[in-house]
C-alpha cells in the first residue's frame, strides 16, 4: 500500500514538472519582443532645424535594421555566431542607416536573420527564431523574419533589410505587414553583406502606406513630385494558379478595388509564360534544369532556376573562402543547396546575365511607365513550424516562380497584406519597372485603403449586408480611425476619418481627428483645411484650434497660428499646450 502511494506521488510529481516545462517552453517561445532583436541600441537624430525650416521628413519615427547593415561598434552578424566570432566590430555605420538617422529617425536595433540570409523561412537554429506575431505557430518567413516581426508588433514604426530572392517580400507577406524591395541599384549597398551581389537589393517594411512612402522618398532621395495614378493595371493570370488558397481570395479584391478607384478599362490580363516565352529567347539556351531536354519546362520554372543558380553561385564567390576557411556549421538544408551545381562556367555566366538584362527590359515594355503588374506574392499560407513543407520541391518550385520575376529583373515589388485566410496572414504583390519606385509607392498609398475594404468585406460577406443607419457607420469607422492612429498607422487612420466623414459630412470631430492624423505624416495643408472646416462646424472645438495652429506653425504662418493658440486659451483658459505654444510664437513672431 505504501509502494502503491509512494508511485503515485512520483508519478503526480512527474505529472507537474511536465506542466511546468511545458509552460517554461511556451514562455520562451513567445517572448517579450517576440525574438525580433538580437541587439538594441540607440541611434539618435540630429536636432530639428530652427524655423521656418521645415523638420526633418523622418521626425517621430523609429526604426531597426537587420543584421546585415553595419553600425559602428557592433559585429555585423550575418545570422551565424561563427560569422560574429571570425570578424571585427564595424567601423563605420552603413550609409543607408545614416540617411536614415539624418533624416530624423531613431534606430532601436539590429535584427535577427536567417543563417547567413541564404533562406526565406524565417528559422534559425543558432538562434532563436522570431515568433510570427500573427500566426505562433507558423513560420515568419526570412532572410529578414526580425526585421518583419518588429514592425508587426509595434516594437518600431519601420525596419530595413535586404531582398535577394525574397528576404523582404516573404516575412512581409507572412507576418502581415507591408513590406517593399527597391529596384536592383537604386540604393547603395555599402556597409552591407552581399549575398548575391546581382540580386541584392534594400527593402524596408512598414505598417501603413504612408510610413513606407516616408522612407522611400528619403532613401531614394526623391524630389517633391505630384502622385500619378496606373494607366493599367495587369493581372498575371497564370502565376495566380500557382496559388494553393482560393484565387478570387485575392484577385477580387484587387479587382474590385482597381475597378472603384481607377474604372474598369484599367484591368488587364496576361499570360506571363507566353511573353517571357517570345521576350527572353536566352531562357531557351538555359539547359541547367532538372527536367531532361524532352520535356518543356515553364518559363516561370526556368527564371526561378536562374535566381537559384546565380544566387548559389554570387554567394560562394563573396563567401566560399570564409567557408573553406573556417568550416561553419550550416544548415544541411542550406549546404546542400550550395553544393549542387556549384561549378559554373564563364559562357553559362553571360548566359545568365543576358537573361536577366532581357527579363528586365521585358517587364518594362510590359508595364511602360505607369503599369503594375499583380502576382501573388506566396503561394500558400506561413507554413507550420518544422514542418517538411518548407523544404518539400512543390513548395520551392511554386514559391521561387513567383519571387524569381523581380529577382531577376531587377524591378521594383510591394508585398500589400490582405487580411486571413484560415487564421493565417494572405497577401498580393504589385510589380513595377526597374527604376518606377516612385510610381510603386505611389499606387500603394492610392490602393491601399480600398484594398483592405474590400478584402474585409470578402472575408466576411454577412458584415457588408448588416444594416445601420449612416450615422453608426460613421461612429464606427471613427472608432476604427482612433484604434489605427494609436497603432500609428496614420494613412489607415486618414482613410477611416474620410469614410466617417462621407457618411456624416457635418461631424466637427471627425475632421479634427484626421487633421490630426495628417499632422503626423506632414500634410499641414490639408491639416488647416479639416481645422478650419471642423471649426466652421463646432466654434467651440479647441483641439481643432490647437491642431489649425500647429498646422500654421509649420507652414510658417507665425501670426495666424499665434490667433489660434489664443483662441484655444480663451476656450480653454488652463490648456497648458495652447499657453506654451502661443509665449513661444510670440518670441519669434516679435
Same mark, same amino acid.
Given at each position: 500500500m505504501a509502494?502503491?502511494?509512494?508511485?503515485?506521488?512520483?508519478?503526480?510529481?512527474?505529472?507537474? =514538472?511536465?506542466?511546468?516545462?511545458?509552460?517554461?517552453?511556451?514562455?520562451?517561445?513567445?517572448?517579450?519582443?517576440?525574438?525580433?532583436?538580437?541587439?538594441?541600441?540607440?541611434?539618435?537624430? /540630429?536636432?530639428?532645424?530652427?524655423?521656418?525650416?521645415?523638420?526633418?521628413?523622418?521626425?517621430?519615427l523609429s526604426f531597426a535594421v537587420s543584421d546585415v547593415f553595419d553600425v559602428t561598434g557592433y559585429v555585423t552578424g550575418f545570422g551565424?555566431?561563427? #560569422?560574429?566570432?571570425?570578424?571585427?566590430?564595424?567601423?563605420?555605420?552603413? /550609409?543607408?542607416?545614416?540617411?536614415?538617422?539624418?533624416?530624423?529617425?531613431?534606430?532601436?536595433?539590429?535584427?535577427?536573420?536567417?543563417?547567413?540570409?541564404?533562406?526565406?523561412?524565417? !528559422?534559425?537554429?543558432?538562434?532563436?527564431?522570431?515568433?510570427?506575431?500573427?500566426?505562433?505557430d507558423r513560420i515568419p518567413g526570412g532572410a529578414c523574419s526580425g526585421a518583419a516581426v518588429a514592425v508587426a508588433t509595434n516594437a518600431v514604426d519601420f525596419a530595413l533589410g535586404i531582398d535577394t530572392v525574397g528576404g523582404i517580400r516573404v516575412p512581409a507577406g507572412y507576418c502581415g505587414v507591408l513590406g517593399f524591395r527597391s529596384s536592383h541599384g537604386a540604393i547603395s549597398?555599402?556597409?552591407?553583406?552581399?549575398?548575391?551581389?546581382?540580386?541584392?537589393?534594400?527593402? #524596408?517594411?512598414?505598417?501603413?502606406?504612408?510610413t513606407l512612402r516616408r522612407v522611400g522618398q528619403v532613401l531614394l532621395h526623391l524630389p517633391f513630385a505630384t502622385q500619378r495614378n496606373p494607366r493599367q493595371i495587369i493581372v498575371a493570370d497564370d502565376y495566380f494558379q500557382l496559388l494553393k488558397i482560393p484565387v478570387d481570395r485575392i484577385?477580387?479584391?484587387?479587382?474590385?478595388?482597381?475597378?472603384?478607384?481607377?474604372?474598369?478599362?484599367?484591368l488587364k490580363h496576361q499570360n506571363l509564360e507566353n511573353y517571357f516565352e517570345s521576350k527572353v529567347p536566352?531562357?531557351?539556351e538555359f539547359t541547367r534544369t532538372k527536367a531532361t531536354a524532352n520535356t518543356k519546362v515553364p518559363t516561370s520554372r526556368l527564371l526561378a532556376n536562374v535566381m537559384q543558380l546565380l544566387q548559389r553561385h554570387e554567394f560562394l564567390q563573396n563567401h566560399g573562402e570564409w567557408i573553406n576557411t573556417v568550416k561553419p556549421a550550416i544548415d544541411p538544408v542550406i549546404s546542400s543547396q550550395l553544393c549542387e551545381n556549384a561549378e559554373v562556367t564563364?559562357?553559362?555566366?553571360?548566359?545568365?546575365?543576358?537573361?536577366?538584362?532581357?527579363?528586365?527590359?521585358?517587364?518594362?515594355?510590359?508595364?511602360?511607365?505607369?503599369?503594375?503588374?499583380?502576382?501573388?506574392?506566396?503561394?500558400t499560407v506561413?507554413?507550420?513550424?518544422?514542418?517538411?513543407?518548407?523544404?518539400?520541391?512543390?513548395?520551392?518550385?511554386?514559391?521561387?516562380?513567383?519571387?524569381?520575376?523581380?529577382?531577376?529583373?531587377?524591378?521594383?515589388?510591394?508585398?500589400?497584406?490582405?487580411?486571413?485566410?484560415?487564421?493565417?496572414?494572405?497577401?498580393v504583390s504589385f510589380i513595377g519597372r526597374h527604376g518606377g519606385d516612385r510610381f510603386l509607392l505611389d499606387t500603394v498609398q492610392t490602393m491601399y485603403a480600398s484594398l483592405q475594404e474590400n478584402s474585409s468585406v470578402i472575408t466576411d460577406p454577412k458584415a457588408s449586408k448588416k444594416t445601420i443607419s449612416p450615422? !453608426?457607420?460613421? !461612429?464606427?469607422?471613427?472608432?476604427?480611425?482612433?484604434?489605427?492612429?494609436?497603432?500609428?498607422?496614420?494613412?489607415?487612420?486618414?482613410?477611416?476619418?474620410?469614410?466617417?466623414?462621407?457618411?456624416? !459630412?457635418?461631424? =466637427?470631430?471627425?475632421?479634427?481627428?484626421?487633421?490630426?492624423a495628417y499632422l503626423e505624416i506632414g500634410s499641414f495643408l490639408q491639416a488647416e483645411e479639416d481645422c478650419t472646416k471642423a471649426i466652421t462646424l463646432d466654434k467651440k472645438n479647441v483641439k481643432a484650434y490647437l491642431r489649425r495652429g500647429t498646422a500654421r506653425e509649420m507652414l510658417g504662418a507665425y501670426k495666424e497660428a499665434m490667433d489660434d493658440f489664443r483662441h484655444a486659451l480663451v476656450l480653454e483658459p488652463n490648456n497648458k499646450r495652447a499657453s506654451l505654444s502661443a509665449e513661444r510664437l510670440r518670441k519669434v513672431y516679435q
Open positions: 509502494s502503491h502511494a509512494s508511485n503515485l506521488w512520483v508519478l503526480l510529481g512527474l505529472g507537474i =514538472a511536465g506542466i511546468l516545462l511545458a509552460a517554461k517552453k511556451l514562455k520562451k517561445t513567445i517572448r517579450e519582443d517576440f525574438g525580433a532583436f538580437i541587439d538594441k541600441l540607440l541611434l539618435l537624430p /540630429p536636432p530639428q532645424p530652427a524655423p521656418p525650416k521645415a523638420p526633418h521628413p523622418l521626425t517621430g551565424h555566431p561563427d #560569422w560574429v566570432r571570425t570578424h571585427e566590430a564595424a567601423s563605420s555605420t552603413c /550609409p543607408v542607416v545614416s540617411t536614415l538617422v539624418e533624416g530624423g529617425a531613431t534606430c532601436l536595433g539590429k535584427t535577427v536573420i536567417d543563417e547567413l540570409a541564404f533562406s526565406i523561412s524565417g !528559422e534559425n537554429k543558432h538562434y532563436e527564431s522570431p515568433t510570427n506575431p500573427a500566426a505562433h549597398n555599402t556597409g552591407i553583406i552581399p549575398v548575391s551581389s546581382s540580386l541584392d537589393s534594400v527593402g #524596408w517594411f512598414a505598417r501603413d502606406p504612408n484577385t477580387q479584391v484587387v479587382i474590385k478595388s482597381a475597378e472603384k478607384l481607377f474604372g474598369r478599362q484599367l536566352s531562357l531557351k564563364s559562357e553559362e555566366i553571360e548566359n545568365l546575365n543576358t537573361i536577366r538584362n532581357q527579363t528586365r527590359v521585358a517587364i518594362n515594355s510590359l508595364l511602360k511607365d505607369d503599369g503594375i503588374l499583380v502576382i501573388p506574392t506566396m503561394p506561413p507554413p507550420k513550424l518544422g514542418s517538411k513543407e518548407i523544404i518539400s520541391e512543390d513548395y520551392q518550385n511554386r514559391a521561387s516562380s513567383l519571387l524569381s520575376i523581380a529577382s531577376i529583373s531587377g524591378c521594383c515589388q510591394v508585398t500589400v497584406p490582405l487580411g486571413h485566410h484560415e487564421k493565417c496572414p494572405v497577401s450615422e !453608426e457607420s460613421a !461612429e464606427i469607422a471613427k472608432e476604427k480611425g482612433n484604434q489605427a492612429f494609436k497603432e500609428k498607422q496614420w494613412q489607415k487612420a486618414i482613410g477611416l476619418y474620410s469614410e466617417a466623414i462621407k457618411l456624416s !459630412e457635418n461631424n =466637427a470631430t471627425y475632421y479634427s481627428n484626421r487633421a490630426a
